[in-house]
């Protein structure tokens, strides 16, 4: 059966049927005028800038879902995300030299080489931790605006990130050991907890 080419690529994979529940068969007059009908109502295909605009639409819109799901708003997402990264980045390279580190410092039974490596180890981590801190900072004044955000940057994005106490350090005697026994506020989870401990917290 000879299909011309223009249908080939709209052939429905289910079965046709009439509006009475007559099957349609293939190849049959009934079935070229379906093909027909269908094939003139097809939208004609979009160009590349069409393609281009509706794929930045699209990735506009999956940026906002992702926003709302870290708790911050669309302009502030990409800042919060690169700076997720760059702190991810940062424990992993910290977890593996000290791994590398804590090895020969437990591999060895040499005082004179345990000291020397804990020298070491503790030079690493003031260095380490000095650098970081640059590296967060210059993620920090970047602020990276995502395509598509407004010219006015003035959005609700501090109490979308604001996050409730869930309890209050000061008031537990058993968190002694911490040298900043400050107030924080902790970040929940997006989806609301069941209940919330600030208050009960508060009571002791």
Request: net charge positive; glycine share 4%; proline share 6%.
């Amino acid at each position: 059966m000879f299909i011309p080419h223009k249908y080939r690529n709209i052939i429905p994979k289910e079965p046709l049927y009439t509006e009475e529940g007559v099957y349609i068969v293939p190849g049959s007059r009934e079935w070229f005028t379906y093909m027909y009908n269908l094939h003139i109502n097809l939208s004609p295909p979009l160009t590349k800038a069409q393609r281009r605009e509706k794929n930045k639409l699209e990735r506009i819109r999956l940026d906002k879902k992702e926003a709302s799901f870290h708790g911050s708003s669309f302009n502030r997402y990409p800042t919060r995300k690169h700076l997720a990264f760059t702190l991810t980045r940062i424990n992993e390279r910290f977890h593996e030299e000290m791994m590398d580190y804590t090895n020969q410092y437990l591999a060895s039974d040499d005082e004179k080489i345990k000291s020397d490596i804990y020298k070491i180890m503790s030079d690493f981590t003031i260095r380490f931790i000095k650098g970081s801190k640059g590296r967060v900072s210059d993620v920090k004044r970047a602020c990276y605006l995502p395509p598509g955000a407004t010219v006015d940057t003035s959005d609700d994005a501090k109490e979308l990130e604001l996050r409730p106490k869930k309890r209050r350090l000061s008031s537990n005697t058993n968190l002694y050991p911490l040298i900043d026994n400050t107030e924080r506020f902790k970040r929940r989870r997006f989806y609301p907890a069941v209940m919330d401990d600030s208050t009960g917290a508060e009571l002791y």
